[in-house]
């Protein structure tokens, strides 16, 4: 089945410590997205990707850095210089011919800074 | 700049009941498209309905329909006969082509049995 898959579920980082979030897609979509949301704050934007090897920063990327070597896949790094990084992180894609289907979800990373 | 306002943080209906979820937007682009998502507690996102900016006629999908108010930029969602399974957050968001998704802050759904 065709899908977004986040991994993984739940993430635990030490202070000082860069963790990276995994997010693969097997819907051919060329556009990425990655999204925190945090309560009564909705999805804010990181960072977005519409083609391989170029990506655009979001309302909050400052912290957070992301490559996108292959069409699948959209990687999220939460580095040391995100200084609250607990939240939970959504990674999105959508069709850049056909953004009226819409953007379709992984399930999601809770990460908690212990 | 592009945004998106819910003004209802949290609504509730009883059961069977027809509940509407406001949302407005900001935009100076003439060709967008239009979305309300669901988060339930598994917090998965799903795409509920969807509307072309172009389109006159308000899109429906089964007990889902919108009002779509071009010129006062409203896009708000009425869900019929509300079930249990309804209870959600509810994300407003809209998307100019080849650009990002803007997302509302959301509006909490209780459904009351």
């Known amino acids: 089945d065709g899908g977004i898959t986040q991994s993984p579920k739940y993430l635990f980082r030490k202070e000082g410590q860069n963790v990276t979030l995994s997010c693969e897609q097997n819907l051919n979509h060329d556009a990425m997205y990655w999204y925190r949301q945090d309560p009564g704050q909705g999805l804010r934007l990181i960072y977005y990707?519409?083609?391989?090897?170029?990506?655009q920063k979001g309302d909050i990327a400052e912290g957070y850095s992301v490559s996108r070597e292959k069409k699948e896949s959209f990687p999220l790094t939460v580095t040391s210089a995100q200084k609250n990084p607990t939240a939970f992180y959504l990674c999105a894609s959508s069709m850049k011919e056909g953004a009226r289907a819409g953007a379709f979800f992984g399930q999601g990373t809770r990460l908690t800074v212990v | 700049a592009q945004t998106v306002t819910q003004s209802q943080p949290e609504m509730s209906v009883q059961e069977a009941e027809t509940v509407t979820l406001s949302c407005t937007y900001d935009t100076s682009e003439s060709n967008y498209y239009l979305f309300w998502y669901k988060q339930p507690p598994s917090r998965q996102m799903i795409l509920v309905i969807r509307?072309?900016?172009?389109?006159?006629q308000n899109a429906t999908e089964n007990r889902f329909s919108v009002n779509f108010q071009k010129a006062a930029k409203s896009f708000s969602l009425k869900i019929s006969d509300s079930q249990l399974g309804d209870t959600a957050m509810y994300f407003c968001a809209f998307m100019i082509y080849g650009n990002q998704f803007y997302f509302g802050t959301g509006t909490s759904l209780t459904v009351i049995p």
């Open positions: 509307q072309e900016a172009y389109k006159q």
């Open positions: 990707s519409q083609i391989v090897n170029d990506f």
